[in-house]
């Protein structure tokens, strides 16, 4: 590798989403060497066509023990592969490690060089973890408004309460009793279901 | 402290005396709160431990001396003061691999240097006729599966890194792998082998056992530093720890035992499999046949949960054998204190003196015996090896 050429990242993600979204960030910051790696079939034999000099993974991946395989002297490998690890630079490894990310670099590649492509990966990864987090929160209200509103059928149907009745009955159960009104709506469903 | 101690762990049933020490609540009765977080990786469990994420984990032993040593990754000063796992992996092999070794042998199948002889008259078999060589798969480098592998196959001549190949498989893939032929065999702890077995793709050649008497594989680990800040914890998780194997060593206790591992948020495997292992009576083969093994559990027999620094001694001399570590005194005497009896004994009130096995019982079935005193002269006796120079 020349020594202002783009060096060669591989991405292994199961989460074909979050793999987009970083490889789209290391492209936009000018790493165009980029594969994304999803097949854990083979993973070494396909790491080793790729002669990668980065490569990324995640930290919920299990095949990341596999990767820690080519730090072993061994006859399949023709460049030394170690983890991107700096014993001064614990910050970075703990930053790595929260967000979810793990770095391996062959051996003699610049930490300079190295340095912005985890930083970006990072940030990325933190990203999608935030993402993730508002599709699950939007999941569950929309989980909710369904509970809510066939809570509010069973109110109107057994007490004759036209919607906004029904509605506002859940809404002050919730408040006396401290509780949320989507936890209001599956006890009556709870409730409804027991009794039939 | 503030918060639930974190411990780590791999669903496997070695990580039993941990999460039935929580959640049968042995480390309650102790006053602890611990929160078992379950991982996918070794290496994860390795780096979280080592950066202060988890305060103790279910550990490889051969990692928590290689992460003392520094070796494949940052030196992080790790103890382990209780052992956790003994005897409970087994070599498994594809149906195609044991009915070519069964065909080979002459003796006894459960020997193992009539199946490591067996095994070398195959693999030479396949080379003369240009066929692939054999792929074995193990959970990690710097594990007990493969230090076994290794020493299993190469007492029958055969050379781990010429005349096979070894790869590292996560637990859960083993089977898959084994079925779809991309291994032949494998090395791994329960309850993997069972299912494999179950699922009819593999026949367990060995257990483990009949290699070495006894071989410390999973060990309950921590950071030295937080060992020293941290005694009375410490000494309370390792008692919850040694109750907990006292619970599920009673017989009666084991079906209980196996319930709380099977849950979906421990190991998630069917509880009658776990019992297989728990109870020491595993199914070899598709076909239905059962193997018993008095060996096979040591889960707090004789003694098995005190940590011996003849065995971390012994973990050193593989990886010394295999070239992932130099021989020198200091190394040796770094992997030994890593084992720390003496952590054992105080938390639970014992006298250094009782009940202790003897030092150096590996009882490897091939070799000359092990002696922590002369490890270079124990690893010249071999003739398969990777010595550094």
């Known amino acids: 590798m020349g020594a202002e050429s783009s060096p060669k990242i591989v991405i292994v993600d199961e989460s074909p989403i979050r793999a987009a979204i970083l490889e789209e960030g290391l492209r936009e910051a000018g790493f165009t060497g980029v594969v994304h790696i999803s097949e854990m079939q083979s993973l070494l034999a396909r790491i080793y066509a790729l002669d990668p000099d980065v490569i990324l993974i995640d930290l919920e991946n299990p095949s990341r023990d596999v990767l820690e395989q080519m730090f072993q002297v061994s006859r399949a490998v023709r460049r030394p592969i170690a983890m ?21 670099i062959v051996d003699g590649l610049k930490k300079e060089r190295i340095k912005p492509i985890l930083d970006l990966c990072i940030s990325r990864f933190n990203a999608f973890a935030k ?23 069973i109110l109107m ?23 949320k009104i989507g936890e209001i709506a599956q006890s009556i469903l709870t409730a409804s279901e027991l009794l039939k | 402290m503030t918060g639930p101690l974190q411990v780590g762990f791999i669903p496997l049933v070695d990580a039993a005396a941990l999460i039935v020490a929580v959640d049968k609540g042995f480390a309650a009765a102790e006053g602890l709160d611990v929160a078992l977080v379950r991982e996918v990786s070794w290496s994860n469990v390795r780096d979280k431990l080592n950066i202060g994420l988890f305060d103790a984990a279910h550990l490889l032993a051969p990692v928590a ?9 940052v030196k992080v000063p790790i103890v382990a003061p209780f052992n956790l796992g003994f005897n409970r992996n087994s070599i498994t092999v594809s149906p195609a691999l044991h009915a070519a070794i069964m065909g080979e042998i002459s003796g006894d199948r459960f020997d193992p240097m009539a199946t490591a002889l067996a095994l070398a008259r195959v693999v030479a ?30 007492a029958g001549g055969v050379d781990p890194d010429e005349d096979v190949r070894m790869v590292v498989l996560p637990p859960p893939y083993m089977g898959d792998s084994l079925a779809s032929g991309q291994i032949d065999g494998f090395c791994v702890g329960a309850p993997w082998n069972s299912i494999a077995v179950d699922r009819g793709v593999g026949h367990i050649l060995h257990f483990v056992s009949d290699i070495l008497v006894r071989a410390a594989e999973k060990v309950l680990a921590v950071r030295q530093s937080w060992s020293e800040r941290n005694q009375p914890i410490l000494a309370a998780l390792i008692r919850a720890a040694f109750r907990a194997a006292e619970f599920i060593e009673q017989p009666e206790n084991r079906a209980e035992a196996a319930r ?9 495997v069917d509880a009658e499999i776990i019992q297989r292992t728990l109870d020491g ?33 012994w973990l050193y001399a593989q990886m010394a054998r295999w070239g992932q570590a130099s021989i ?42 092990f002696d922590p005193a002369d490890v270079a002269g124990y690893l010249a006796s071999f003739k398969i090896s990777r010595l550094k120079p």
Request: with cysteine; net charge positive.
């Open chain 1, 131 to 153: 993402l993730q987090a508002e599709l699950d929160r939007a999941k569950s209200a929309l989980e909710d408004r369904k509970v809510i509103d066939r809570a509010k059928g």
């Open chain 2, 125 to 154: 078999a396949r080379c003369k006729r240009g066929a692939e060589p054999l792929t074995f798969g193990m959970t990690f480098p710097f594990s007990t599966h493969n230090y076994q592998l290794r020493f299993w196959m190469a």
């Open chain 1, 84 to 104: 991107f690890v700096d014993q001064s630079d614990a910050a970075s490894i703990q930053a790595s490690v929260d967000a979810g990310v793990s770095a391996y």
């Open chain 2, 328 to 369: 020198s005194p200091e190394a040796l005497k770094t992997a030994m204190a890593v084992f720390r009896p003496d952590l054992y004994d105080t938390a639970l009130g014992l006298r250094g003196d009782t009940e202790r096995p003897a030092p150096g019982s590996i009882g490897a079935f091939a070799g000359a015996p």
């Open chain 2, 65 to 73: 001396i290689a992460s003392s040593l520094g070796l494949g990754h």
């Open chain 2, 260 to 268: 709380i591992l099977a849950r979906p948020e421990r190991i998630g």
């Open chain 1, 157 to 179: 149907k057994l007490k004759g309460l036209t919607e906004d009745e029904a509605y506002v009955l859940l809404r002050s159960t919730a408040m006396r009793e401290k509780k």
């Open chain 2, 281 to 313: 009576r595993l199914k070899i083969s598709p076909d239905g046949v059962m193997r018993e093994s008095g060996r096979f559990r040591l889960a707090d027999r004789q003694g098995a949960a005190r940590p011996d620094p003849a065995q971390a001694a």
